[in-house]
Structure formats: structure tokens, C-alpha cells
């Protein structure tokens, strides 16, 4: 294998995520670059992806192979089984000898040589027994069972079905296992979304017109980042929903905007793109390391009028004066994005529903304290869980009259839209409220 290996790019990512808590998209994005080729990018995206995916499926076809739990076995090698098992079990273009081989070799790799004979015969096993060996269908009213087949936590599982019962639910959590659309948003200064699929076309690249947002593109194949139209700025990825709730401030927005939690900056710069003649954006978001990918960003598409600030909100507002529009695009549990992060179901407890949902409430109400009279607060979240949809915009306006309840909604999963899930609203504050 090459140093620039897919599989052994793979391996690598995802003993990341596993072991440093890394994100697989943000790796997946640097790693998709240093290898070019199409072929190979798509293989290591689908080699990544799947397995965070499909995990606990995984896990137990590797377990009954092994004839041990998989806390039994060194990490690392749990990683190349893992990437073994999804190739055998999943993938229909790769021969059973070089899934099996390719795992071998890396860990070998890994420094656990003595590990490989063990490594081979899990594997061997697989290749024979294959689908035998994985969890079978659930019974209607089987939580665990159903978790376990579609590779979720059992007690989100457990929440989803009492909130939407039982085919709904089943219906989401395979839609969860669904590669999820690569979006492109055309920066309006630099191109039409026609120029955009036409050059990004010359360079193999197809792309369609999306449902919701008709200026977006979807990817139907090729790297679009691997494009002389990305580095020269033509546009950014973002999905669908996550443009739409930018949508929420019509056309325009400004002249005094504030974009809070604001960073990597897909939505920073869908408002810059409506930002009205003079206006400014102050970006702000507590990571410095998430604010310079922002710069970035910003730079690369050409975008002015935006100022960074690293600050946290829950703390002192950092920020004087008043904004005529402010988003709050609020940290979350992120459980609307689970095809596109698959790593946040493994991270993901009960209790961080709550907490999460009181650090937005703090959010929020610090958010608010920015907004001018006659001003806009959009408030949103990549998240399913009423708590930290509904539930903070609910408890906000019980003690904020000064803001009318009756601004714009939109609610998308991929269950429905075949979107990203998301919760957003907008607010208005009263011009005449003392």
C-alpha cells in the first residue's frame, strides 16, 4: 500500500476518532485533498463513513467471529477488523482476500504483529459465515434489538421510538445509515449557479439544481473540493437545510449583523452574500482553531466585511451596541446530522440532552440582548430532540415579551426531506416594546 493508501487513510482516521475524538469530516476533508484521484476519495469517504455507521453491527459479527466481546481486544486491531468486516459484509468491489490481507497488514502496521494470525482467522471467518454473523432483523416492540440492527445507541433508539413509534423511527434510523448529499452553495459574486455546474461539469464533476434552496447544488458525482471552482472560490459545502435556515432573513440582511457560535462559517458566509452595501458581520465563536478554518474560508471565497471574535457568550456578552440581525446557530447534540457525523451516536449520553439544552437557554438569552429594536434573532440547531428545539425557544418567550412569537419556522430530518435535521425560528423584536 502507498503512503496515501485509502485504507491505510481510513485506518488512520478512524483510530483517530476513536482514540483523540477527532472529527472524521474534518479529516476526511485534508486527507481528500492530499489524495486527488476520485476513485480513492470516494473509497476512503465510504470506508470511514460506513464503519462509524454501522459500528455495533460491526462489533457484533466481529465478536461472534472472534468468539469475544470486543472490549477483549486491542484497539487498534479492533480498527482493522472493523475496516475488514465492513469491506467483506458491505462492499461488493473488493475481493475477500484483499479485505482480508489489507486488515492483516495493517495491523501489522500498528506494531501488534502477534495479533495478525488472530486478525486473519476473525476475518476468514467472515468472509465464510458472512451475513450469519450479523444482528438479524428486529421484532416490532424489540428496542435493543432494533438499535443493534441499524447501529444506534439503545437508549436514543428508545427515545426516538416513543416519540415517533416504531415505523417512523425505523424508517429514521436506516435513513441514518444513508450517505448524506454533498451541497454546494454558489458564492453570488463570483459566479450563477449555472456557471458554477457548467465549469465544475468541465472538470467531471455533475452536479443538479437542489429541491429546497434551487441556487444549491447537489453532487451526484465527483470531488467537488478537488476543483480549480473551489480554489478559486466559486463556492463552499453546505447542506441544504443548514442554508435554509439563512433563508429565514429573506434576502438581505444587515446592515449590523451578528453570527454567534459562528464557526466552521457556512452560514457566516451565506449571510455575507446578503449582506447589504456597507454593512459588517462580527463572526464569534469561543475556539480560536475553529475561528482561523473560518478565515480561511473567508479568504478563499473573497468575502469582506466580516470581523472575528473569539469570546464566549454564556459568560459576559463580548459585544456592545445593538444588530439589526443575529444568529444563534447554538451547539448542539448534532442528532440531525448523524449521516454525516455517524461518529456523534458513539459519543452521545443521555444526560448531554439536558445540559445541552440549558447551555442553549444561556445561549439565547445572551443572544438576545443584541438584537435592536425592530431587529431579527434567528435561533437554530442540527438536533431532532424537542429539548433543544421547541423547548428553548418555549421557555425564552415566556420571559421575553418584547419578542413576537410569530416568526418563521422550519423543522427538516432525513426521515421526511431527505435533509439534514434541523430546528430553526425566527424572532422579531417589537420595535415599540419599553
Not at 109 to 122: L, Y
Not at 303 to 311: E, R
Request: charged content about 25%.
Amino acid at each position: 500500500m502507498s503512503p496515501l493508501d485509502p485504507r491505510r487513510e481510513a485506518y488512520r482516521i478512524l483510530s483517530r476518532v476513536d482514540e483523540a475524538g477527532a472529527f472524521a469530516s474534518v479529516l476526511l476533508e485534508r486527507s481528500g485533498r492530499e489524495l486527488g484521484d476520485p476513485r480513492d476519495v470516494a473509497l476512503l469517504t465510504e470506508l470511514v463513513l460506513g464503519v462509524l455507521r454501522r459500528r455495533a453491527a460491526l462489533d457484533h459479527a466481529i465478536a461472534r467471529a472472534a468468539s469475544r466481546p470486543p472490549e477483549e481486544i486491542d484497539r487498534g486491531v479492533m480498527t482493522a477488523l472493523r475496516l475488514g468486516a465492513y469491506a467483506l459484509l458491505v462492499l461488493d468491489r473488493i475481493p475477500d482476500f484483499a479485505a482480508v490481507d489489507t486488515s492483516v497488514r495493517l495491523v501489522r502496521e500498528a506494531g501488534a504483529a502477534k495479533a495478525a494470525g488472530f486478525a486473519n482467522g476473525v476475518l476468514r471467518r467472515i468472509a465464510r459465515e458472512r451475513r450469519d454473523l450479523l444482528p438479524p432483523a428486529p421484532v416490532a416492540g424489540d428496542v435493543e434489538a432494533l438499535a443493534l440492527y441499524h447501529s444506534h445507541p439503545t437508549w436514543w433508539t428508545r427515545r426516538v421510538v416513543g416519540r415517533m413509534g416504531w415505523e417512523r423511527a425505523e424508517s429514521l434510523l436506516r435513513a441514518d445509515n444513508e450517505p448524506a448529499a454533498t451541497v454546494l452553495a454558489p458564492w453570488p459574486r463570483s459566479c450563477s449557479a449555472a456557471e458554477l455546474a457548467a465549469a465544475l461539469e468541465g472538470e467531471g464533476v455533475v452536479t443538479e439544481p437542489c429541491r429546497f434552496v434551487p441556487a444549491a447544488l447537489r453532487v451526484t458525482s465527483g470531488v467537488p473540493q478537488s476543483t480549480r471552482a473551489f480554489r478559486d472560490g466559486w463556492f463552499w459545502i453546505q447542506d441544504e437545510a443548514s442554508q435554509l435556515v439563512v433563508t429565514l432573513f429573506g434576502e438581505t440582511a444587515g446592515p449590523a449583523v451578528a453570527d454567534l457560535c459562528a464557526a466552521p462559517g457556512g452560514k457566516t458566509l451565506a449571510l455575507a452574500a446578503r449582506l447589504l452595501p456597507g454593512g459588517r458581520i462580527v463572526a464569534v465563536d469561543r475556539r480560536l482553531a475553529r475561528l482561523a478554518r473560518l478565515r480561511a474560508n473567508l479568504a478563499r471565497v473573497g468575502a469582506g466585511g466580516v470581523d472575528l471574535l473569539a469570546a464566549d457568550l454564556t459568560r459576559t456578552p463580548p459585544l456592545a451596541g445593538a444588530f439589526d440581525d443575529v444568529l444563534l446557530d447554538a451547539p448542539c447534540s448534532g442528532t440531525g446530522t448523524l449521516r454525516r457525523h455517524p461518529e456523534i451516536r458513539w459519543r452521545l449520553a443521555p444526560d448531554d440532552i439536558p445540559a445541552l439544552a440549558a447551555r442553549q437557554q444561556r445561549l439565547l438569552e445572551s443572544a438576545a440582548t443584541l438584537v435592536a429594536p425592530g431587529g431579527r434573532l434567528v435561533y437554530a440547531v442540527c438536533s431532532l430532540e424537542p429539548e433543544e428545539g421547541a423547548g428553548v425557544v418555549s421557555a425564552f418567550l415566556e420571559s421575553h415579551p418584547e419578542f413576537d412569537p410569530k416568526g418563521a419556522a422550519l423543522s427538516t430530518s432525513p426521515l421526511d426531506d431527505g435533509l439534514d435535521g434541523f430546528f430553526a425560528v425566527r424572532l422579531l423584536r417589537r420595535a415599540n416594546w419599553h
